[in-house]
């Protein structure tokens, strides 16, 4: 076990115990830290300004952003199995925009969706179908990062196709003997044997998403028009902090404002939230998979 355990303790037993010790100091990465107490913990609880908002816009995502990414891989996986032909290149062609870099992707989508000049809102208006800001509209910013989310579900439709791939095909025959219908052979037969599969895709989509970056950071700066060119200023966040995540909070402060400790004050509330939900949703997963403990 002694690989395991050196590994475990110079890459998370000892980042955390440093991100801890740190928190209650004053370090800007460049003279030796000061203990100051719980001042840092006061001022992240009591008068830092961007908590409230990224802490809203997070768990939103968690709560909007993980279902559809389950509900529309599930819906994918369950169609590529029942393809009779072509099943391949369907699967090929929803598991491509998983492998898109994320940067890229997010440049893609807020061009697609520019008001100005992207095709998606030239459509709708050919149409006849109001339009909406996407990415410079504070009411459609996360909406429009939770369709760029749905759009990479590749990773969870090659998991799903490989979970219903192993339901046993004689349940399905003796489910159809005794009259059942589709909606009820997905209830009795597929559900209780992918439910395993459910649990992992919510508690890791959960993880991921409590600490989503890129892609907000990335789509503000693009449809502000701030790219980080030298003399200009960006406030994460964008449109008036619509897409201010935690993560954010933590990179602004450890290496943009070099305030140490109040970013391992956020790291630690976003490690502890992250856990706090894990938990949860672990010691619900009898409800999830319909039985009792």
């Known amino acids: ?11 998370f037993a000892y980042p955390l115990a440093a991100t801890v010790y740190y928190s209650f100091t004053h370090y800007d990465l460049i003279n030796p830290p000061q203990w100051v107490g719980l001042r840092n913990w006061r001022y992240v ?9 990224a802490l809203r816009n997070t768990v939103w995502l968690v709560l909007i952003m993980v279902p559809l990414r389950v509900l529309f891989g599930l819906g994918v996986g369950l169609v590529a199995v029942r393809l009779k032909r072509g099943a391949n290149l369907f699967r090929t062609l929803c598991y491509l925009p998983f492998l898109a870099p994320p940067v890229a992707a997010t440049i893609g989508f807020v061009f697609l969706l ?3 000049t992207g095709p998606v809102d030239h459509i709708l208006t050919q149409v006849h179908i109001p339009t909406v800001g996407w990415f410079n509209d504070p009411s459609w910013s996360k909406p429009a990062l939770t369709l760029l989310a749905v759009w990479g579900v590749g990773d969870l439709m090659v998991i799903f196709v490989a979970a219903l791939v192993d339901v046993p095909r004689e349940q399905y025959e003796a489910a159809s003997l005794d009259g059942a219908g589709p909606w009820q052979r ?4 597929t559900w209780p044997a992918i439910t395993p599969i459910v649990l992992f895709a919510v508690v890791t989509g959960v993880i991921q998403t409590m600490q989503y970056y890129t892609q907000a950071m990335v789509a503000g700066k693009v449809a ?8 200009q200023s960006f406030e994460p966040g964008y449109p008036q902090g619509s897409t201010l995540t935690l993560p954010q909070l933590v990179y602004e ?6 305030d140490t400790g109040v970013a391992c004050v956020l790291s630690l509330l976003l490690f502890a939230i992250a856990m706090a939900v894990t938990t949860l949703l672990l010691r619900r997963r009898a409800g999830l998979m319909g039985t009792e403990d």
């Open 1 to 11: 076990m002694s690989p395991w355990l050196i590994g475990f303790a110079v890459f």
């Open 45 to 53: 609880f009591q008068d830092y300004p961007y908590l409230g908002k």
């Open 114 to 116: 520019n008001p100005a």
């Open 186 to 189: 997905f209830r009795y037969v």
């Open 224 to 231: 502000s028009g701030i790219i980080g060119a030298p003399g």
């Open 253 to 258: 402060e450890g290496f943009s404002t070099f």
